[in-house]
């Protein structure tokens, strides 16, 4: 172990399909990493177990313990609680519509101090700080993937609101339209969230629309319908594969104008499995929606994809131990 392994620190990112785990330096640089699937069933404290031992996979690649990293930062979905570390709310995961102490549980599962923020939040600090928003001072992040979340930062410094700023996803696209996962109807979520895009799938394969969607999850043995899934529906012109993102497509472009026309930020970040997976193939769509609703269409931000990859939400939570 090297003599610099005290300034190393961990970065965890909570996600509705996937745990991924870094360890990081202080220059940003990924020296341990580790991916696991996030339990589909139990409740919070399983999630946490899982979140651990990913941390410890990339502790072991890393050759540190985890109790000798400077601290643990935590990237969750759901209402976060930065001062306490609880996390409340968090739909996308199993038995989750409470509160939990995820922060207090992981530092005495791991031994170091642990700091929890919201993961769009983080994610997008990253890309602002080591991605694609390094040469930008105002930023949107939207993350399409299990749903739809946001991140914000306004003049170079995050902006939180009282806790729960950035929550893109649930900007109204269609008043009394399709129900969100979050119970409301309308929101941007509910047509381009990865749930809800599922649901909608198996509701109209229900009724006969014919599709291999699921066909394909089976055939590579998901139990879900993931953004590669999708993608490979999609290279096989299957028709309600392209309808919902197309619709996907729509309700982002609307949402993000929404925000950006509130905000009026230099750029808007793309990120999330389905927004790294679907991003630059769908860009000219995506921006063409958005100009549609821009008050300022002569005048767009610029659009673009998270650099970072995979990678960017467990090091930016890693970067709660740097603001």
């Not at 991924?20 to 589909?40: C, F, Y």
């Not at 031992?53 to 540190?64: T, Y």
């Not at 309600?240 to 808007?268: F, K």
């Not at 929606?289 to 931000?301: A, C, N, V, W």
Request: aromatic content about 4%; glycine content about 18%; proline content about 4%.
């Amino acid at each position: 172990m090297s003599d610099g392994a005290t300034t190393l620190r961990g970065g965890i990112d909570l996600g509705g399909t996937k745990i991924q785990t870094a360890i990081v330096d202080s220059t940003g640089k990924v020296l341990g990493e580790s991916r696991g699937p996030t339990p589909t069933s139990g409740g919070p404290e399983d999630v946490a177990g899982a979140m651990a031992e990913a941390l410890r996979e990339a502790a072991g690649e890393a050759e540190v313990e985890t109790s000798a990293l400077e601290g643990i930062g935590v990237g969750s979905p759901g209402d976060v609680d930065e001062k306490t570390g609880v996390v409340t709310g968090a739909r996308n995961l199993p038995g989750w519509d409470g509160s939990f102490p995820l922060g207090a549980t992981l530092t005495g599962s791991l031994g170091a101090e642990v700091r929890v923020g919201n993961d769009v939040q983080v994610a997008t600090e990253a890309e602002f700080h080591l991605g694609a928003g390094r040469e930008f001072k105002s930023l949107v992040g939207v993350f399409w993937g299990t749903g739809v979340g946001g991140g914000l930062v306004l003049d170079g410094k995050p902006w939180l609101g009282r806790g729960a700023a950035g929550e893109v996803g649930h900007i109204v696209v269609k008043r009394g339209g399709a129900k969100c996962p979050c119970g409301r109807k309308g929101c941007m979520e509910a047509y381009a969230g990865r749930g809800a895009m599922e649901a909608e799938a198996r509701r109209q394969h229900a009724d006969g629309v014919k599709t291999d969607l699921f066909k394909l999850m089976r055939k590579h043995e998901r139990d879900r319908l993931t953004s590669g899934i999708w993608e490979r529906a999609i290279d096989n012109n299957d028709h309600l594969a392209e309808d919902l993102i197309a619709r996907a497509i729509e309700a982002l472009g609307t949402g993000i104008a929404s925000a950006v026309n509130l905000l009026d930020p230099e750029a808007v970040i793309i990120g999330g499995g389905l927004g790294v997976r679907f991003g630059e193939r769908y860009m000219e769509p995506l921006t063409k929606e958005m100009g549609k609703h821009l008050f300022l269409d002569e005048k767009p931000p610029a659009v673009r994809v998270v650099t970072l990859g995979d990678l960017g939400g467990a090091i930016g939570a890693s970067l709660l131990f740097a603001r």
